[in-house]
């Protein structure tokens, strides 16, 4: 018997929808909440799910926020839920596109703040 067995990091869009003042970059953004999870499959069907995980990230300068895993979990289970600013805890800070974002060539190390698609360098495209 061979079995084929593997764990995975899944990723789902959970379903809510809130615009707000961001608190990071002062524009209007909006909350897109998000769930990770881990998951065993055996034969590349998923068998069961552990480990979620809840964040929210801003529409307008991708600041990503762990949600509290409650409200997560009630938004999970399709109930009407508001997030508020006490249930995110800040992970990363997201930043305005091309403010002072920086860029750094793969091939070559050169850095440069400007919006540059390849490398002035030595030409290879950024990523
Ligand atoms: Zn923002
Ligand atoms: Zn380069």
Not at 11 to 39: A, H, P, W
């Amino acid at each position: 018997m061979f079995f084929i067995m593997g764990i995975s990091q899944g990723k789902k869009k959970l379903d809510y929808s809130k615009t707000v003042i961001c608190n990071q970059c002062g524009s209007y953004g909006r909350y897109e909440v998000f769930m990770l999870y881990s998951y065993l499959s055996l034969f590349f069907i998923p068998l069961f799910k552990w480990n979620r995980r809840y964040y929210v990230q801003m529409s307008c300068c991708n600041t990503v926020y762990e949600l509290d895993p409650e409200t997560g979990r009630s938004l999970f289970a399709g109930k009407q839920v508001d997030i508020r600013e006490s249930d995110l805890t800040l992970i990363q800070t997201g930043r305005r596109e091309n403010s002072w974002s920086k860029k750094r060539c793969s091939a070559c190390g050169y850095e440069t703040t400007e919006d540059f698609e390849f490398c002035p360098k030595c030409g290879s495209r950024f990523e």
